[in-house]
Each structure stands twice: as C-alpha cells, then as structure tokens.
C-alpha cells in the first residue's frame, strides 16, 4: 500500500510558475507516475505520465510548458508548469500504477488556480 500527498497548488497569475510535488509513503521506483486533474464541472483527465524507466508523455494541452519528473529516491514525483495559463485551474492529483491502466494509488490533490 502507497500513500501520496500532494502539495505547492496555489494561486498564481497567468504566465507565472507552479511546482507540484507528491510524495510517497512507500517505493515507487517500479511504479509508472502520473498527473491529472479536474476543473469543475470537467471529467479528469491524464496530465503527464512517466515510467519506471524515466520516458514521459504529455496532453497536447501541457506540451512544451509543463515537465514531470520523479526522484525514486527521494520517493517523490514532480510537475513543473510553466507559461500558465486560467485553462490551467484545476484539482490536479498524482497517481501511481502498473504499466497498464491501473491505478490503483492516488492524492488527495492540491488546487491551482491561474488568474487571469
């Protein structure tokens, strides 16, 4: 069993930068990580991903402004977000899981919210 805690959501205006981090309770290091988050009213949706092996994969959304990154040994997976913009606002979780679609590790998540 992992538990993750988010943190560094806030409030920021459009064009600043957040850093998110999640930390972890136990290994992640096997562990294929992942960001997501929620706007009101809006379905979740897959932010970023990176593998065990440290390749990583963006929505079209974030590409080129956003950068996730994980330190196994520091038990703790990252999300750099850069040129924000109010499209940005969201709940935004870490996850953790299998190489497949599992998911069965998740935050409690940490609010960002980009004025405009």
């Known amino acids: 069993q992992v538990q993750l805690v988010e943190s560094g959501g806030g409030l920021v205006q459009a064009g600043g930068s957040l850093r998110l981090s999640c930390a972890a309770s136990g290994s992640i290091s096997s562990m294929y990580m992942h960001w997501y988050r929620q706007a009101p009213g809006k379905r979740r949706e897959l932010v970023a991903t990176?593998?065990?092996?440290?390749?990583?994969n963006y929505a079209d959304s974030v590409k080129g402004r956003f950068t996730i990154s994980r330190d196994n040994a520091k038990k703790k997976l990252y999300l750099e977000m850069n040129s924000l913009k109010p499209e940005d606002t969201a709940v935004y979780y870490c996850a953790a899981g299998d190489s497949g679609s599992n998911r069965p590790y998740w935050g409690q998540g940490t609010q960002v919210t980009v004025s405009s």
């Open positions: 990176i593998t065990s092996g440290g390749s990583t």
